[in-house]
């Protein structure tokens, strides 16, 4: 068997509205010219019946052009079958009247009743307040509307850019009613851009125009190869404005490893040909595609290719600036085509610039079109705020002060990145002035103490600690437990100064010290008369208690005289 490689060169061809292709001249022309190159006398007896039932089956060639509708699939062949039916799409504007169909009928022709019409639109009537406000303003470009500072209905801007940038998205607005009562500016007003594709490397390949080496949107090269080498892909491309070249970058391969159609066009019974999908299919199956000359002289069944499609993107929060939609069949989005956008108001696209483009792998580069909220509100902090927030830029950031009587600690500026701030908010902590221990002293002495400091108090000699030894500086600014006391410690027989200093603590005003003072000596005046009365009663009670026993008794030297005078003889 012999291998080859085999690349379809066919592109879709549309004729003018209302012509008509006569297929059969053309094909018996086409096959009767290569009847004289076969030598083969069976071949030549099969392909004589071939030409014949070409010109008796009438098939259709490429279907019209019309202006209105477009074929609803993209179509790559040249020729269609008696009774294939295409089916179309009306263009932007019209709207379906008929059946959308086109039939190849018997005679080679393609058969249709106009199926489209212009859609006409009511009057929208006028703008109640009849003005627009100003066109909004566009970075790196300006309008041409001047300082006026309302426009009315119906009127127009247009758009320009600064030198090296680019326009992307509709250059003229209008001033149009919304709800038939709001002056609203539509489309969209457009962006500049600088755009720039850098010139593409084609080994073997010749540049007929574009010579670059930059390029800006719009621009377009023409490219040609080598002798001995062929252009695989297209010979035009342009700079676009996701600032890649579109349609592909082609390459020059060597003519000895291309096999062609038009290279060759008889085939040897067992020979087998490898097809490849052109860049943005795929086969249907994930299977070679290859086809064998059978002994019948038929052509083995082969998968075909099939586009491939990216997905479509959520639009929700995205405002479409531009984008190319090369493929209306049944991918909404294939490989080529780009989507530049913008997002509503507290959104940021996540492609860098807007801008991603559908891939031969079916995928979004960089990234699928979304907008993804920003760091809209930084997070709230006791005792603090923050005092500036930007988020107008890729990467918002706030900035963080404390109430007074507090201190920040941690970051006083936080950013956002990837829709997330980066970093903890800081905390702002308590100041908590020094507590004042008369007759004390503190583990650590300074002027203030940050939260959740804490101190350990010591009494001077002769006094004692009242309350907690230890303290702690807390988030309202101050210390918990309540901040001890040194006191005198009081010697034995010293209770009644105590006792005073407890009563007058419990004092609110002079008057009342005062009184207090004057109530505590009388006390003590009292308590000395009352002292001084027991002392008597008891002096007399002594006395007393002596005199009594005194009377019990009658003195010795009187009873032993008298005695003894009385016992004398």
Request: with cysteine.
């Amino acid at each position: 068997k012999r291998h080859q490689i085999l690349h379809s060169q066919r592109s879709p061809l549309a004729l003018l509205e209302g012509s008509t292709l006569d297929r059969k001249a053309e094909m018996s022309a086409w096959l009767f010219c290569r009847l004289w190159k076969v030598s083969n006398l069976t071949l030549f007896q099969m392909m004589l019946v071939t030409v014949l039932l070409a010109t008796v089956l009438g098939d259709c060639g490429p279907p019209p052009k019309l202006p209105f509708a477009s074929p609803t699939n993209l179509l790559y062949d040249t020729e269609f079958k008696t009774g294939t039916i295409l089916k179309y799409t009306c263009h932007p504007g019209y709207g379906k009247i008929n059946s959308s169909r086109l039939t190849c009928d018997a005679k080679g022709s393609w058969s249709y009743s106009i199926f489209c019409a212009k859609k006409r639109c009511r009057n929208p009537g006028g703008l109640i307040n009849g003005i627009c406000e100003s066109p909004p303003d566009i970075r790196n470009g300006k309008h041409n509307g001047g300082d006026q500072e309302f426009y009315i209905y119906a009127s127009s801007v247009t758009y320009s850019c600064n030198p090296h940038f680019s326009l992307i998205g509709n250059a003229s607005i209008y001033c149009t009613v919304e709800n038939k009562t709001i002056g609203v500016w539509s489309p969209n007003p457009p962006i500049c851009e600088k755009i720039v594709c850098r010139q593409p490397q084609i080994p073997k390949a010749i540049f007929i125009s574009g010579f670059g080496p930059l390029y800006t949107y719009r621009d377009s090269i023409v490219i040609n190869c080598e002798e001995g080498y062929i252009l695989r892909g297209s010979n035009l491309i342009y700079c676009e404005a996701n600032s890649d070249w579109y349609p592909s970058v082609p390459s020059c391969v060597s003519s000895e490893n291309d096999y062609n159609l038009s290279d060759q066009e008889i085939f040897e019974i067992g020979t087998e040909l490898k097809y490849l999908c052109k860049p943005g299919y795929r086969p249907v199956l994930d299977e070679p595609l290859t086809v064998t000359c059978q002994e019948n002289l038929t052509w083995t069944f082969s998968n075909e290719c099939e586009r491939v499609c990216c997905p479509t993107p959520d639009l929700e929060n995205i405002r479409i600036i531009n984008e190319r939609k090369y493929f209306t069949g049944r991918c909404a989005y294939a490989y080529g085509d780009y989507i530049l956008y913008m997002c509503d108001e507290g959104y940021y696209p996540i492609s860098v610039g807007g801008k991603s483009s559908c891939h031969t792998d079916g995928t979004w580069k960089p990234k699928i079109p979304a907008c993804e909220p920003v760091c809209r509100y930084p997070p709230r902090i006791a005792h603090g705020h923050y005092k500036e927030v930007i988020l107008i830029t890729p990467y918002p950031e706030a900035t963080y002060e404390c109430d007074e009587g507090y201190v920040l600690a941690g970051f006083a500026t936080i950013d956002c990145k990837s829709f997330r701030w980066q970093q903890a908010p800081p905390q702002c902590k308590a100041l908590c002035l020094k507590p004042e221990i008369v007759n004390g002293r503190l583990s650590v002495d300074k002027d203030q103490y940050v939260e959740p400091e804490n101190v350990t108090i010591q009494c001077d000699s002769g006094y004692g600690l009242v309350g907690p030894k230890s303290i702690t500086c807390s988030e309202e600014r101050t210390w918990y437990p309540e901040v001890p006391r040194c006191e005198w410690e009081v010697s034995e027989g010293c209770e009644q100064v105590l006792t005073g200093r407890k009563l007058m603590q419990c004092l609110p005003s002079p008057e009342d010290v005062k009184m207090a003072l004057e109530v505590y000596k009388l006390s003590l005046e009292i308590e000395q008369l009352e002292k001084e009365r027991d002392k008597l009663v008891n002096t007399h009670q002594k006395f007393s208690e002596k005199e009594e026993r005194k009377d019990l008794f009658f003195p010795l030297n009187q009873y032993t005289e008298s005695s003894f005078n009385s016992t004398l003889p």
